[in-house]
């Protein structure tokens, strides 16, 4: 892992972290800013008090305006080469410590941490042992009520692939909950089963003396039945059928979205990500979105990336599990 991460960072860090946005230094460093807010801490709450740690920095894209709203931000790379990166472009931000890692999280003391979080990282470790080990470590590093929130690659492959430190391990959504569970974490929220973007928030059990933090929330989401059955009727399925197993956690979107992607695995680019807008958003595609997933498509990426995308979106989930009022 860490010599194949070093030679990504000398040859083209940028591209390797985030190769949709690496075009400029702007582009870049912005999407930091967006995947903070839109993924990293959706529906958790940090006070300006709360320590926190990337697994998983980087350059430091996220951790630099993470930095702008916390006390102390973290940040642990297995490459001594993007640790580097990140040192140089972070000089500025006093209240960050960036390190490199051996897998483990040993420099931090037990029950330090309010959050610790990982995006677009785990999908690239090619042993579920490596990754195991960071949600032990994790446990052990928050304190009582803190938040692991991380990111997983949801696609079963077949069992012929050997993962690597590109395509790493996949894993079930159930796979991971017992995992949680066995490390002393409440299951919070799981969106985006069976896609590239399966995300996991979990809060850490208190009790057997270990401090609870002050310093973070987790947001409650629950289903609207009605919208979650008019979506799964523009697939084509059976609404309230589709939305009982759904719900009943036998079912999930992506195997919903099957159907979408077999219906128009002939139409060309441009009109499969039309359609798979208006089937998956309800709403026409936006110039943006039509543009980028249409290149995507046309330079051989699957179709099932487009539809692993807007199913994992921000704006599918609010739609199908708005914030709970209460």
């Given at each position: 892992m860490r010599s194949e991460w070093d030679r990504r960072a000398r040859e083209d860090a940028k591209r390797f972290i985030a190769c949709g946005t690496s075009e400029t230094d702007e582009a870049f460093w912005d999407s930091g800013r967006r995947d903070l807010e839109d993924r990293v801490l959706r529906d958790v709450e940090l006070d300006a008090a709360a320590r926190t740690?990337?697994?998983?920095?980087?350059?430091?894209?996220?951790?630099?305006?993470?930095?702008?709203?916390?006390?102390?931000?973290?940040?642990?790379?297995?490459?001594?080469?993007?640790?580097?990166?990140?040192?140089?472009?972070?000089?500025?931000?006093?209240?960050?410590?960036?390190?490199?890692?051996?897998?483990?999280?040993?420099?931090?003391?037990?029950?330090?941490?309010?959050?610790?979080?990982?995006?677009?990282?785990?999908?690239?470790?090619?042993?579920?042992?490596?990754?195991?080990?960071?949600?032990?470590?994790?446990?052990?590093?928050?304190?009582?009520?803190?938040?692991?929130?991380?990111?997983?690659?949801?696609?079963?492959?077949?069992?012929?692939?050997?993962?690597?430190?590109?395509?790493?391990?996949?894993?079930?959504?159930?796979?991971?909950?017992?995992?949680?569970?066995?490390?002393?974490?409440?299951?919070?929220?799981?969106?985006?089963?069976?896609?590239?973007?399966l995300w996991m928030t979990a809060r850490r059990k208190g009790g057997f003396g270990r401090p609870e933090s002050q310093a973070v929330r987790v947001r409650r989401r629950r289903w609207n039945r009605e919208a979650l059955e008019a979506a799964l009727a523009r697939m084509g399925h059976d609404a309230s059928q589709g939305a009982r197993r759904i719900l009943a956690g036998r079912w999930s979107l992506r195997e919903a979205s099957d159907k979408l992607l077999r219906e128009g695995s002939n139409l060309d680019p441009e009109t499969f990500v039309r359609r798979a807008y208006e089937v998956l958003l309800a709403r026409e595609a936006d110039v943006h979105g039509l543009a980028f997933y249409s290149k995507e498509i046309s330079a051989g990426i699957p179709r099932s990336n487009t539809v692993d995308c807007l199913l994992g979106s921000s704006e599918l989930e609010d739609r199908l599990r708005p914030l709970d009022a209460a």
């Open positions: 740690l990337e697994i998983g920095c980087g350059m430091g894209r996220i951790l630099r305006p993470m930095s702008e709203r916390v006390e102390k931000a973290f940040g642990v790379d297995i490459s001594a080469g993007m640790v580097a990166h990140a040192r140089e472009a972070l000089q500025d931000r006093e209240n960050v410590g960036v390190s490199v890692t051996d897998g483990t999280l040993s420099e931090f003391p037990d029950a330090s941490l309010d959050f610790v979080y990982s995006y677009i990282v785990f999908q690239h470790i090619p042993s579920k042992r490596a990754v195991a080990r960071y949600i032990r470590e994790a446990a052990r590093v928050l304190k009582g009520s803190g938040v692991f929130r991380f990111q997983v690659d949801g696609r079963e492959r077949p069992n012929r692939e050997v993962p690597d430190t590109w395509l790493g391990v996949w894993y079930d959504a159930g796979e991971l909950r017992a995992e949680l569970r066995r490390r002393r974490f409440h299951v919070a929220a799981v969106w985006g089963e069976g896609t590239h973007y």
